[in-house]
């Protein structure tokens, strides 16, 4: 479903991402692991469109992404939640989500949204700023799936969040692989998370892809040593 290769992106003179490749079937889930400043941001972001990728292709259902502007992205079926949540703290819940909706093919919520994060239902007229650190990165997922995406890419979904919550989220996330038939593809510096939501793991070092296989067969430790300074 997405075949990323030779994706190099710069800022300015700045090479961060090196020749990244990688695929990614339907309702597969990749982890990309790899210290602060190793690149994982900045190669996510150049997925769903948010800076630029300079040489490279993005091909998702067979079109290249790499060009187009990120609204055509996630009509393609990419959907992106970043890194801090990014939520909107003035605006209500019920706003928040809806705000996933404006580029997408759909008028309203979908239900499943509600039926899947039923304390976002019950705090729906709530200000968003007003949310628990979990709380707001489940309004993040849920804004993400507002569009129905094929692709759910989240950058440190756990950073911030306390251990108890972090279980909570992978919960969420593997049922939501299985019962939407989700890819997902994760940034993480949390092993034991991304363990436990991917079939495979990546590892990113200073802006090159230095390991990547499933994860029974990755030297774990091996994986550890890239992530500790
Ligand atoms: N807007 C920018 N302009 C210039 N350099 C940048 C910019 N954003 C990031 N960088 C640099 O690019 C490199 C990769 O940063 P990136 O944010 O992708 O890392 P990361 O792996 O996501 O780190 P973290 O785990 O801390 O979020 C770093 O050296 C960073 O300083
Ligand atoms: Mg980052």
């Not at 909107?88 to 499943?112: A, C, D, K, M, W």
């Not at 094929?150 to 251990?163: F, N």
């Not at 949390?190 to 499933?214: K, Q, T």
């Amino acid at each position: 479903m997405l075949s990323v290769s030779k994706l190099n992106i710069y800022y300015g003179e700045s090479h961060v991402v090196h020749d990244a490749g990688f695929e990614l079937g339907e309702a597969e889930s990749l982890a990309l692991v790899g210290r602060n400043g190793m690149g994982k941001s900045t190669l996510l972001k150049a997925l769903i469109g948010m800076i630029p990728a300079r040489r490279g292709t993005i091909l998702f259902d067979g079109a290249d992404l790499k060009d187009l502007p990120s609204f055509r992205r996630v009509a393609a079926g990419l959907a992106f939640v970043p890194q801090g949540r990014m939520i909107f703290p003035q605006l209500t819940v019920e706003e928040n989500i809806l705000t996933g909706l404006e580029t997408g093919r759909y008028r309203s919520i979908p239900s499943f949204i509600y039926e899947f994060f039923p304390v976002l239902r019950d705090m729906k007229n709530r200000r968003g700023g007003n949310l628990s650190g979990g709380q707001q990165q489940m309004l993040a997922i849920a804004r993400a799936l507002a569009s129905r995406p094929k692709l759910l890419i989240l950058d440190e979904p756990t950073e911030g969040i306390q251990p108890s919550i972090i279980k909570d989220i992978a919960r969420s996330l593997n049922e939501l692989k299985k019962e939407l038939n989700l890819a997902i593809l994760v940034s993480e510096q949390v092993l034991s998370f991304a363990l436990e939501v991917a079939d495979r793991l990546m590892v990113i070092d200073r802006g090159r892809i230095v390991r990547e296989a499933h994860k029974d067969s990755l030297n774990i430790d091996e994986v550890r040593s890239y992530l500790t300074v």
